[in-house]
C-alpha cells in the first residue's frame, strides 16, 4: 500500500501531532510505502526512514504553512508515486493541497482531524475580538467543509471531535484516537530524577506546547494555592512555545521561580523519562480533540487531572485512573492536593492508568486504520 501523509506543522516543530505523524509513518513504512508532504522549512533537512517532500511555504509568527495551490508540477510528481491514497493531517492549508492533489488524481481520501480550531480560536484571539476572530472562524469552517465533504473518511481521535465535526454537517466519521507505545523498559522514578537533575520533592508534571490554547496560566494560578499546603512541591513544564516567555514572568510575579521548573522542549524519548520522574500529571487545557499528553502519562503510570471540557476528559475515569475537574483554579488546585495528600491512592490511580492505555497499543489501532484504508480503496 503507497499512502501519502499530509501534514502542516511536521519536523523541525515538535508537537502531538508531529510524535502522531511519526509513528504512523513508521509503521506506514514496514507494511507497504509512505511519502509525506509538509512546508518547507529553511535550514531544515529531513532525516527519515520515509520520503519526505516539501512544499512551498510561507512564514506567520515563526511557522511555515504551505501555499493552497496546486502546479502542473506538483501533479506529475504525486502521479509519478502511484499513491492509492492521500491521508490528510487537517484541512488546511497543507490539507487543501493533499484535497485538491485528491480530486485531480482521483485518489480516496481520509483526514484525520487534530485540533479543535475554533476552540484555538477563541484563545488566541479573544472571542469579543469579533474583527480578527470572525474572519479567522469563517474562513476555518470554510475550509473544514470544504475539505471534509471530499473525503470518504474522517478520523476523529475522539468523541467529543466527531460531535463537533457533525455539527459541520460533515459524515463519514470513525474514531480513532492516536496509538502509544511507551518504551519497553522505564528507568526507576529516583533514578529518572538523578539524572534530570530534579528534586526529591512532591513533583507535578506538564508536558506540551507552552501556549495561550494549552491554559497554563490556570496551572500557575493553582500550583501557587498547592504551594500554600506544600511549600516544597515543584512543577516541571516540559515544552516551548510563544508563551514562554510571559509564563516565566508571571511565575516571577508570584514569586514562583524557585518552584517552577522550564525543562524546555526535549525529544520523545527524553520526555518518557520526565514522565517517569514525576508523580502526577497535570493538564489545565480545555482545547484538546484527544490530549495525547494525556495518553503519554497514563501509559507511564502517572495520574492525570485534566480539565472537564475538550477531548481529554474521555481519556479519563474520574476517581477510577485520574481525576476530571471544572477549569477553575480552587477545583484544580484541590485535586493536585488531594493527590500529592494520598501517595498509596495516587499510586492505585497510576496502575488503572498504565493497565487502560494499553488500549492504544499501535498495532491493534493502526491495523483498524488499515481496514478503513482497505474500505475507502476497494468500497463494497
Known amino acids: 500500500m503507497r499512502v501519502g501523509l499530509f501534514v502542516e506543522l511536521y519536523r523541525p516543530y515538535l508537537s502531538g501531532v508531529t510524535v502522531s505523524v511519526d509513528s504512523l509513518a513508521a509503521y506506514l513504512q514496514k507494511k507497504g510505502q509512505v511519502f509525506l508532504f509538509a512546508p518547507f522549512v529553511p535550514g531544515y533537512q529531513d532525516e527519515t526512514d520515509w520520503s519526505v517532500f516539501r512544499l512551498p511555504s510561507f512564514s506567520v509568527g515563526g511557522y511555515h504553512f504551505a501555499l493552497p495551490w496546486v502546479s502542473s508540477d506538483l501533479v506529475k510528481e504525486v502521479e509519478r508515486l502511484h499513491l492509492d491514497l492521500i491521508h490528510l493531517q487537517g484541512p488546511y492549508p497543507t490539507g487543501l493541497v493533499g484535497a485538491k492533489l485528491a480530486e485531480k488524481l482521483h485518489l480516496p481520501l481520509v483526514m484525520t482531524f487534530h485540533t479543535e480550531i475554533f476552540l484555538y480560536l477563541k484563545a488566541w484571539t ?30 476523529a481521535p475522539s468523541e467529543f471531535t466527531k460531535k463537533n465535526l457533525e455539527r459541520l454537517k460533515l459524515s463519514k466519521i470513525e474514531v480513532l484516537p492516536t496509538p502509544i507505545k511507551p518504551p519497553l523498559c522505564l528507568a526507576d522514578q529516583w533514578e529518572a530524577r538523578r539524572k534530570l537533575n530534579l528534586p526529591f520533592t512532591p ?63 526535549k525529544e520523545p524519548a527524553l520526555v518518557w523519562e520526565y514522565l517517569r520522574a514525576s508523580d502526577l500529571f497535570a493538564f489545565p487545557s480545555t482545547t484538546e480533540t484527544q490530549g495525547l499528553s494525556v495518553s503519554e502519562a497514563m501509559a507511564a503510570g502517572l495520574p492525570t487531572v485534566v480539565t472537564d471540557q475538550g477531548g481529554a476528559k474521555e481519556r479519563i475515569c474520574h476517581l477510577k485512573d485520574g481525576l476530571v475537574v471544572r477549569a477553575e483554579k480552587e477545583a484544580f488546585a484541590s485535586a493536585l492536593n488531594t493527590l500529592i495528600e494520598n501517595p498509596h491512592w495516587r499510586n492505585q490511580l497510576g496502575l488503572e492508568a498504565q493497565k487502560k492505555s494499553a488500549q492504544l497499543e499501535p498495532d491493534r489501532i493502526y491495523q483498524r486504520l488499515i481496514d478503513f484504508y482497505q474500505q475507502v480503496i476497494r468500497p463494497a
Open 126 to 155: 479573544n472571542l469579543y475580538n469579533w474583527p480578527l476572530f470572525l474572519p479567522s472562524y469563517l474562513l476555518a469552517r470554510w475550509a473544514i467543509r470544504y475539505v471534509g465533504q471530499r473525503c470518504q473518511l474522517i478520523l
Open 203 to 265: 513533583l507535578i508534571l506538564y508536558t506540551g506546547r507552552l501556549a495561550k490554547e494549552k491554559n497554563l496560566f490556570l496551572l500557575i494560578s493553582a500550583f501557587q494555592e498547592v504551594l500554600k499546603k506544600h511549600p516544597y512541591a515543584t512543577l516541571v513544564l516540559v515544552g516551548d512555545g510563544p508563551l514562554r516567555s510571559k509564563l516565566e514572568k508571571e511565575c516571577a510575579y508570584r514569586g514562583l521561580s524557585q518552584r517552577v521548573i522550564f525543562a524546555g522542549q
